[in-house]
């Protein structure tokens, strides 16, 4: 199916019918523009922020395949959503920032068929909404980010409230 532009009604209306770790992941690629891959590969280690300056915390995302891992800047709005994936349960093992309720990893496969449960649930037969894949939220992150030159979420992370 080709990408397309997932309007923020329709972001929001999946993100808040989800379980918070796909919550998490769909805050973390609007918010960075990366992929489920990169995103799921995502450990703690590769945060930068313990004894820096505020300005100088990096997350640092892409370990995979020949893509370079990228430094960004974490920001307000991101550290919310990495202190949202630092109190989801189990609190130990914590390796990784999104994880099962065991405590692992989770794996791609694993991942897109939660998805796809939660996504028929919502998208449903009669309730006249059309389905999206995980990775339109990423086209949907780099056109927001053209269009506002910022990749800014309009509420914080599982609240609602203006951000």
């Known amino acids: 199916a080709a990408e397309r532009y997932v309007t923020d ?3 929001n209306s999946f993100h808040d019918r989800v379980p918070e770790v796909i919550a998490h992941a769909m805050d973390l690629s609007l918010l960075t523009g990366h992929g489920l891959s990169a995103l799921l590969k995502l450990r703690w280690k590769d945060i930068e922020a313990i004894g820096l300056p505020r300005d100088k915390w990096m997350i640092v995302i892409g370990r995979i395949r020949s ?3 990228r430094k960004m800047k974490i920001t307000t709005t991101i550290e919310e959503v990495l202190k949202a ?3 989801m349960r189990p ?3 914590r390796v990784y920032v999104l994880r ?3 405590g692992e990893g989770i794996s791609v496969k694993e991942f897109k068929a939660m998805w796809n449960l939660y996504m028929r649930r919502w998208a449903g037969v009669g309730m006249g909404r059309p389905a999206f894949a995980f990775r339109d939220i990423r086209m949907k992150a780099l056109a927001d980010q053209q269009t506002s030159r910022t990749v800014a979420r309009r509420r914080t992370p599982r ?3 203006a951000a």
């Open 85 to 87: 994936c630092k109190r």
């Open 100 to 102: 099962l309720d065991d």
């Open 67 to 69: 893509e370079r891992p």
């Open 9 to 11: 009604h329709e972001f």
């Open 91 to 93: 609190h130990w093992p």
């Open 159 to 161: 609240s609602g409230s």
